[in-house]
């Protein structure tokens, strides 16, 4: 079983940075893709960043991209998100998630979350 935890939430003024983690343990995740995703009060969870196992494929959704920075560090176990020039619509808990099928992943809409964290809040001030 694999334990995600999130951490590096925060409040931050418009235009700042916040660097969000994912740290995993109870088995490596080096084989397999990883994605954030976030959820704002009073709406859906939606995508915000993937990368594949390897970390030499990354995807952003729309909202994030320029913005936005996933990385992964297969001998720390972790994930990150590089957030920059954030702003008041980035306001939500932030989740991370873990695919199920080691050495898979063809792009956002394929990717399935088998494993979770528990979430950050990051709180975007105007």
């Known amino acids: 079983q694999v334990q995600l935890v999130e951490s590096g939430g925060g409040l931050v003024q418009a235009g700042g940075s916040l660097r969000l983690s994912c740290a995993a343990s109870?088995?490596?995740?080096?084989?397999?893709?990883m994605a954030w995703f976030r959820q704002a009060p009073a709406k859906e969870r939606e995508f915000v960043a993937a990368i594949s196992w390897s970390g030499a494929s990354t995807d952003y959704a729309g909202s994030v991209k320029g913005r936005f920075t996933i990385s992964r560090d297969n001998a720390k176990n972790t994930m990150y998100l590089q957030m920059n020039n954030l702003k008041p619509e980035d306001t939500a808990v932030y989740y991370c998630a873990a695919d199920s099928r080691p050495l898979f992943y063809s792009g956002p809409y394929f990717f399935r979350g088998a494993y979770w964290g528990q979430g950050t809040q990051v709180t975007v001030s105007s």
């Open positions: 109870g088995r490596t995740v080096s084989n397999y893709a």
